[in-house]
C-alpha cells in the first residue's frame, strides 16, 4: 500500500499507547531495568523508556522467542502420543518503540525461518505482531545502518513510523502497511490529515563508513586469510554478540525430559560457540575461535546474501557494545574493506 503520511500529537501518544492496550493488544516496548534498557511487557505508558539510542536487547524475540515450547508428548508401553505447538496460545502483540535497525531485521529473520521448508511458529508469531517504529534522532559511534542499506528513518519492517520533530515535538507518522491501517482504523482521532512529511530534517547523522557490496566481493577470497586471526585474538567465544543480535537466528533443540512425559523446546544458540559444530565423533570442523568469527562474518555478508538476498546486519551496534572484550565489528568490516591480498 502506498504510505499514508499523517500527525500524530504529543499529547496523543500515551492515548494511543492505552488505546492499543484496550483493543487486548500486549505491548513489547522499552523499560529500564538495572540501568539496562530491554524490551518487555509494558503494561503503562508511564514504565516505556524515551531516552535512548538503542535497546540493550534487540526486539527479535518477538517472532523468535529465546526458549519455546514446540510440542507436548507423553510416553507409552506402546507409542509416543505428541501434541504439537496451539497456535491460539499465540497473542496479538505490539512492539513500540523498535528503531528503523530492528525493524530491518525482521526481513532478515523471515528469509531465514522461511528459506527452505516454511517456520509455521515463526510465521504465525510474525502474524500477530505489528511493529510500531520510532525514527532515530541521535546515534552514537557504534550506530552504522547507513552502511548497509538503512537509514535513522527507513520505514522497512515497520507497519507505522512515528518520527518527532523536535525534542518534545509532534509525531510524523507514515501509516506503512495494512496492520498499521488497523491501528488507525481504531485510533483514527488521533491520527490527524498533514502537509508536514519532510523528516529528514529531524534524523540523526550516521554517516556511511564501508561499502557492504565492495566487502561481499573481497570475502569471496578472504577465506584462507590470516586476518581471521588477527580479529579473534580477543573473542572469548560468550555469544553475547549473537543473543543481542537482530538478525542472528542459530537455534538448538532440546527435550525436557519428566518421567514418562516431556516438551520439546526450540532455545537461542551461536555459531560463535566452541560446541555449537561439533560431531557425534568428537570432531569439530571450527576448532578454534578465529574460524567461528570468520563464520560470523562470511554468514552475515556472503552467505546469507548469496543464498537469501538479504544481508545478516542492519548496522545497530549491538554486538559492539555489549562485547566484554570490545570486539568492534565496525572496525573489523572497515579494516576488511581496506585490506589487500
Known sequence: MT?????LRKDSLE???????????????????????????????SSVATDYIQTTQSSK????????????????????????????????????GVRPCDAMGIAELSAIFNWDLKDEIYNQRLAKTTVIGFSCMKADESCFC??????????????????????????????????????????????????????????????????????????????????????????????????????CACFDIQDEIHGKSGSRVRCWDSCGFSQFTIHTSGHNPREVQSQRWRQRIMHKFSYMPERLDVYGCTGCGRCSRACPVDMNILEHLTSIQEVTL
Open 146 to 247: 547507513t552502511s548497509v542499506g538503512g537509514n535513522p528513518g527507513n520505514t522497512e519492517g515497520s507497519d507505522i513510523l512515528l518520527t518527532r520533530m523536535g525534542e518534545g515535538g509532534d509525531l510524523i507518522a507514515e501509516i506503512i502497511t495494512d496492520k498499521g491501517a488497523a491501528i488507525v482504523s481504531f485510533a483514527g482521532e488521533l491520527f490527524q490529515k498533514s502537509e508536514e512529511g519532510q523528516k529528514e530534517k529531524y534524523l540523526a547523522d550516521v554517516p556511511v563508513k564501508f561499502n557492504r557490496d565492495e566487502i561481499r566481493k573481497k570475502l569471496d577470497k578472504y577465506f584462507e586469510s590470516d586476518i581471521w586471526v588477527k580479529q579473534s585474538l580477543r573473542c572469548i567465544g560468550c555469544g553475547a554478540c549473537a543473543y543481542v543480535c537482530p538478525t
Open 3 to 7: 504510505i499514508d503520511k499523517r500527525i
Open 15 to 45: 492515548k494511543l499507547f492505552n488505546i492499543l492496550r484496550e483493543n487486548n493488544r500486549t505491548i513489547f516496548a522499552p523499560v529500564e531495568h538495572n540501568g539496562k534498557i530491554s524490551f518487555k511487557a509494558s503494561g503503562s505508558f
Open 61 to 96: 524475540e518477538a517472532a523468535f522467542p529465546r526458549t519455546e515450547k514446540i510440542l507436548d508428548y507423553t510416553k507409552t508401553r506402546d507409542n509416543i502420543n505428541a501434541s504439537p505447538f496451539d497456535h491460539n496460545q499465540i497473542p496479538e502483540v505490539v512492539i513500540w
